[in-house]
């Protein structure tokens, strides 16, 4: 019998374990995870940014949960060192039509507590980037870089090196929940564990973990894969740290960028495209469950059809090397085809509502003896610590925890 069972071993999943136990030393708390090592879908596939919170709405869980988890998880990764590096990045905007939402960019970060921000012109742009185009942009210093799977690594030590009575299994995936009277079981393919709480940071999985654990939602979740390319040799000298367009407001994801990479080297991406497998990393992986699953959600439908032009556009990203160069030429527009090679791919879990809404901010929800979180989407691997402090708070409220 262990008192809280945590489904999903990403940075999530190991945050909330490790902030339940140090509140309650004595709690046994096993963490379930069904690939062989954590961190293995989008904790581990991400970029490795630390978001500075200056995007999320004012007041919206994302923006707490960003600026106050990214203050922590610098404190944490200094204190435990997990590499890092605050090196801070430019948001540029390329053209007049972009200056506007540029500026509510700014005001949001300035709402949130972002500190240090500072707008500043075409000269400034090419001062802190030489290769760098923009007629204006923002400065964060303190956004930074870091080794996210690292970092759960480190969690995950640290729970079983301060609770001993606490567990991590890897290769354990649950399939099903059994409901007793004041606990429950779960099901996995290494035999059956009984908690008093259940606890869900499944990812891609969340909604499917939460519905076999009897939550009602009526969101589903929907993968998007993020395409990288690499920066050549030649091509990563024209990349000092990490630059970023201004998004798109109708969309939550950041456009292609440029991330120098914690353990060396610089990424540009990446895309989004709608993917016909929840963790198919390659361009042609199809399941059939995942699909049919997608594609018998109405809010599936209703969302391509809103945004078909978006979807093609970043298809042809997908397949044409030569698109995703002339998209990446919007920032640096000396880079040329041999500056950069294909590189890795992540997917994200999205959460869709049934009007084909993407469902921007994190949405955690308690169901009998059970919390689930089932979205969490960028910037939920800055915000890990915060999450894991928000959950705790459920927990204690929810399960009254003593």
């Known amino acids: 019998m262990y008192d809280i069972i945590v489904i999903g071993g990403g940075c999530v999943g190991l945050s909330t374990a490790y902030k339940l136990n140090m509140r ?72 007049e039509s972009e200056l506007a939402h540029m500026h509510k960019v700014f005001n949001n970060g300035l709402a949130n507590g972002v500190e240090g921000l500072e707008i500043i012109d075409a000269a400034k742009v090419r001062e802190i980037e030489p290769y ?20 759960t690594v480190r969690l995950g030590e640290l729970i079983t090196a301060k609770f001993p009575q606490s567990k991590i299994m890897l290769g354990t995936e649950a399939t099903a929940f059994q409901k007793g009277a004041s606990s429950t079981t779960v099901i996995t393919n290494k035999g059956n564990f009984e908690a008093k709480y259940v606890i869900t940071c499944a990812g891609l999985q969340s909604d499917r973990i939460a519905k076999k654990e009897g939550a009602k939602s009526d969101s589903a979740i929907v993968g998007f894969r993020g395409d990288y390319y690499d920066l050549s040799e030649k091509g990563m000298s024209k990349v000092k740290n990490l630059i970023y367009p201004v998004p798109n407001p109708q969309f939550p994801f950041l456009g292609v960028h440029f991330t120098r990479m914690i353990h060396g080297g610089v990424e540009c991406g990446p895309n989004a495209v709608f993917v016909f497998k929840r963790e198919g990393y390659n361009k042609t992986d199809f399941n059939f469950k995942d699909t049919a699953e997608a594609f018998g959600f109405k809010g599936t439908w209703k969302f391509f059809a809103k945004h078909w032009r978006f979807g093609l556009d970043e298809y042809r990203g997908a397949f044409s090397k030569a698109y995703f160069l002339k998209r990446l030429r919007t920032l640096i527009p000396s880079l040329e085809m041999d500056d950069i090679v294909p590189g890795r791919a992540g997917v994200r879990a999205m959460a869709l509502s049934p009007q084909g809404e993407m469902i921007d901010d994190f949405k955690i929800e308690g169901s009998g003896n059970a919390i689930h979180i089932l979205n969490a989407p960028s910037p939920a691997a800055t915000a890990c610590l915060a999450i894991g402090n928000t959950v705790a708070d459920m927990a204690v409220e929810r399960f009254n925890l003593s």
């Not at 960003?66 to 390329?94: M, Q, S």
């Not at 760098?132 to 970092?151: E, N, Q, S």
Request: charged residues 25%; hydrophobic residues 35%.
């Open 132 to 151: 760098a185009f923009g007629i204006g942009g923002i400065y964060v210093p303190c956004t930074g870089i870091i080794d996210y799977v690292g970092l």
């Open 24 to 95: 309650y030393p004595n709690k046994k708390i096993l963490i379930l995870e069904k690939e062989e090592r954590l961190s293995a879908h989008q904790t581990g596939r991400n970029s490795g940014v630390i978001h500075s919170g200056i995007y999320y709405k004012p007041g919206s869980f994302k923006a707490k949960n960003c600026v106050d988890g990214r203050r922590e998880l610098v404190a944490f990764a200094k204190e435990h060192k997990v590499d890092h590096d605050i090196c801070g990045k430019l948001i540029v905007a390329t053209q």
